[in-house]
Structures are given as C-alpha cells and as structure tokens.
Nanobody, 115 residues
Framework: QVHLVESGGGLVQAGGSLRLSCAAS????????VGWYRQPPGKQRELVAE???????NVAASVKGRNAMSRDNAENTMSLQLDNLKPEDTAVYYC?????????WGQGTQVTVSS
C-alpha cells in the first residue's frame, strides 16, 4: 500500500513557473514507476511525465522542454517543475505510483494559469 500526498499548485500567471511535490508512504518505493498526471476542465486525465524504477523518463509532448521531473528514492518523494506556464496547463494535477498491477493516486492539487 502506498499513500501519496501532493503539495504546491495554486494560481500562477502565464509565463511563470510552478513546482509540485508528492510525498509517498509505504515500502519498495524505488521499484515503482512514479509520475504526474493532470485533468484539465472537461477533459480526460493525461500523463504529464513519469520516471520508472530504472530511471527511464517519459514526458508528454505538451510539456517537453519546459518541465523537470525528479524522484528521490531515499526520501520517497517526487517533484515536478513546469516553466513558461500557459493557460492550457490549467488542470488538477495528480501524482501516481504503480508497480506490478497496483496503482495509487494522490488527492490532486489545482493549478490555474491566468493569462
């Protein structure tokens, strides 16, 4: 069992930056693929970026070049920084951890980008 808690988010002006953090409880965190997803208003949840247990990254085209995702296996945390924010980045952001068919979600944090 893994419990995820996000922090960060809020209201940001277009062109600004934000940093989201996620703290995980539970064991074997280093084996999990961890990532960030977002759900824009009226749309489906979509992947933003993820890092596998082996350190391989997968980043959505919509944020490529203006994102930085990291994980700290010693601290059981992950973070996401997004730069040059756009109004279309407005969404509820969720952290996610999955391994061998088990999947866990954080409660979500709202990010609103004003133009």
């Amino acid at each position: 069992q893994v419990h995820l808690v996000e922090s960060g988010g809020g209201l940001v002006q277009a062109g600004g930056s934000l940093r989201l953090s996620c703290a995980a409880s539970g064991s074997a965190y280093e084996w999990y693929t961890v990532g960030w997803y977002r759900q824009p208003p009226g749309k489906q949840r979509e992947l933003v970026a993820e890092i596998t247990g082996a350190g391989k990254t997968n980043v959505a085209a919509s944020v490529k070049g203006r994102n930085a995702m990291s994980r700290d296996n010693a601290e059981n945390t992950m973070s996401l920084q997004l730069d040059n924010l756009k109004p279309e980045d407005t969404a509820v952001y969720y952290c996610n951890a999955r391994y061998q068919g088990r999947e866990y979600w954080g409660q979500g944090t709202q990010v609103t980008v004003s133009s």
